[in-house]
Structure formats: C-alpha cells, structure tokens
C-alpha cells in the first residue's frame, strides 16, 4: 500500500467526514474542520508507530501535516533522512 493510501485509509477511518469521496489530496483537513489540534496529534501517533519515526517538535507545521498531500512529502523526505541519514544530510545541505 502507497504512503498516501496509508494515509488516507487513516483519516476515513479516524475521523468523520461528511463526504469522504470529496476529500483532496491537497485540500486542507484544518481549514475544512476534518482535523484539529487533537486530530493532528492524534496523526502524528500513527505516523511515528507506523513508519518508526520521530516527528519533532518544528516538524509540527501546516507545511508538513495540513493535507495528504503535504503528509505524504513529508514522510518521503523523513523516511529519506532515517534511511540514508548521511545521504540525505549532504544532499540537503548542498541544495541550501
């Protein structure tokens, strides 16, 4: 199963939704009312049970968790850095 069907499976199964066939991948879950602050830590539980991560503190950003589709980046690029820690690392620093 793809990260972002991991996701989404998540969030159907988590929280309520009206609708569940019209959430977007890049729609906002806060502004739409599908997540809140308890939501979001609440995701951020399955993330770090699920994929064996530490999602720290300045990781807790509408950038990184507002939508599927910015989870899903999010986690390609954590999922990166705890694989190939030194990689990564030096591929970041090198694109600053």
């Given at each position: 199963m793809s990260l972002r069907d991991?996701?989404?499976?998540?969030?159907?199964?988590?929280?309520?939704?009206?609708?569940?066939?019209d959430l977007a991948d890049d729609e906002s879950m806060l502004e739409k009312g599908i997540m809140d602050s308890t939501g979001i830590l609440e995701l951020v539980a399955f993330?770090?049970?699920?994929?064996?991560?530490k999602v720290e503190d300045e990781e807790l950003n509408r950038e990184n968790l507002e939508s599927i589709k910015n989870i899903?980046?999010?986690?390609?690029?954590?999922?990166?850095?705890?694989?190939?820690p030194q990689e990564a690392r030096t591929?970041?620093?090198s694109q600053a």
């Open positions: 991991q996701i989404r499976n998540f969030i159907l199964e988590n929280f309520i939704l009206e609708n569940p066939q993330i770090e049970s699920t994929f064996e991560i899903v980046s999010y986690l390609e690029r954590k999922l990166v850095l705890v694989s190939k591929s970041l620093a």
